[in-house]
């Protein structure tokens, strides 16, 4: 088992940044991929931004690339989320996930173990 636990959401305006963090608790994150998902009431979450176990290959949305970086220190088992040029739209509530086996990583439903979620909103 492994616990995520989401940080580093808030209220900022338009053009700003956040850094997100997921620290991992239980079974060390080392050995498994990790994605970054939104979701906005009413509306199915979507990929955001995944990261492979070495941390030597990396995807995104098509929205987020160029804006959002994801990253992961596997000393610290907690995976990042840098997003710049932050967008009303971006406006969600933003969750980790991990896993261990091998897949797709844009799918949601591939994904194992979830945190809590962090809300991110944005002002214009």
């Known amino acids: 088992q492994v616990q995520l636990v989401e940080s580093g959401g808030g209220l900022v305006q338009a053009g700003g940044s956040l850094r997100l963090s997921c620290a991992a608790s239980?079974?060390?994150?080392?050995?498994?991929?990790v994605g970054w998902f939104r979701q906005i009431p009413g509306k199915e979450r979507e990929f955001v931004a995944a990261?492979?176990?070495?941390?030597?290959?990396?995807y995104y949305a098509d929205s987020m690339k160029g804006r959002f970086t994801i990253s992961r220190d596997n000393g610290k088992n907690t995976v990042y989320l840098q997003m710049n040029s932050l967008k009303p739209e971006d406006t969600a509530a933003y969750y980790c996930?991990?896993?261990?086996?091998?897949?797709?990583?844009?799918?949601?439903?591939?994904?194992?173990?979830w945190g809590q979620g962090t809300q991110v909103t944005v002002s214009s």
């Open positions: 996930a991990a896993r261990y086996d091998s897949g797709t990583l844009s799918v949601v439903s591939g994904y194992e173990y």
């Open positions: 239980g079974r060390t994150v080392s050995g498994a991929a």
């Open positions: 990261i492979n176990r070495s941390g030597n290959q990396r």
